[in-house]
């Protein structure tokens, strides 16, 4: 059984990894306490005491607004961080999977697949684009987008948040001219369990399988879990965005290259959901 060690295993995307694939790997998660990924010293010394066959480095500075204030963590933790733990690595010639993100697109001419130039417009998207050419040629590197699941207390993301909004009466304003491509984490978790098991130094799109306006996002939990769709309104990208950190406007990442494994649309996954949520 292939040895996966994993950094950001107790975040929203590793745990979920984890549950599904560990009757199929064997995981070593990597614990904050037991090595920090910005200081060299401690990345050479607690992996070169631990024996793998690949690395899973999902950990990451995601806070797109924080960023932009703290833009030396963020490339401290993305950028650095990733060369610390790319070069142990390969001084012990084991395989390295480094997790990116669609905000590395600037989000003006989509659609965006993996021989599309990065461009990004904000800091997050920098840090993390920076982390890719740190990795280069000598690692597998997968952008995700916008991952969402069922269930996880620690960490909501777009989805959870928006139905416990509507499910509390919330009214939202909605973005309803730009676009996103949501995806379903335990199919980021499938489609990495083949790319572990056939790796190779390239570079991957792993994301749903349609665009969509976050207000059409928002009507489709609205609809799909019963909730009051007149709580959700419009509003524009422009509006949205005045004073903040930006996001990708028309962010519609897709795949030219997984053939391996079919990715769920946003309603699939609405679907997919409500069955666990019912078990």
């Known amino acids: 059984m292939k040895k996966i060690a994993v950094t950001g295993a107790s975040g929203l995307v590793g745990t979920r990894i984890i549950e599904l694939l560990s009757d199929k790997f064997e995981f070593i998660p ?135 909004l509507l499910e509390n009466g919330k009214t939202l304003s909605m973005v309803d001219d730009s676009l996103m491509v949501p995806t379903f984490i335990d199919d980021i978790a499938y489609g990495l369990g083949y790319l572990m098991n056939n790796y190779s130094n390239e570079l991957f799109h792993l994301v749903g399988a349609d665009a969509m306006s976050p207000y059409t996002l928002a009507m489709s939990i609205a609809k799909a879990f019963g909730l009051n769709e007149s709580l959700v309104g419009k509003t524009t990208y422009d509006v949205y965005f005045a004073n903040k950190a930006k996001g990708p406007r028309y962010s519609d990442i897709r795949s030219n290259k997984n053939t391996f494994y079919k990715m769920h649309t946003f309603e699939e996954g609405l679907s997919l959901i409500k069955n666990q949520l019912s078990l």
């Open 30 to 164: 990597l614990k904050q306490e037991n090595m920090d990924i910005t200081d060299k010293d401690s990345v050479n010394s607690y992996l070169k005491s631990i024996s793998f066959d690949l690395l899973l480095h999902l950990a990451a500075y995601t806070n797109v607004v924080g960023a932009e204030t703290e833009k030396e963590k963020a490339f401290l933790i993305n950028e650095t961080g990733t060369k610390n733990l790319l070069d142990v690595v390969q001084s012990v010639k084991k395989e390295f999977l480094y997790i990116s993100t669609d905000f590395v697109f600037d989000g003006t001419t989509p659609p965006y697949v993996e021989t599309s130039t990065p461009n990004p417009i904000s800091v997050y998207g920098a840090s993390k684009y920076a982390g890719e050419k740190v990795v280069g040629n000598n690692g597998m590197i997968v952008r995700i987008s916008y991952p969402y699941r069922s269930v996880y207390e620690i960490k909501k993301d777009i989805f959870r948040t928006l139905k416990g």
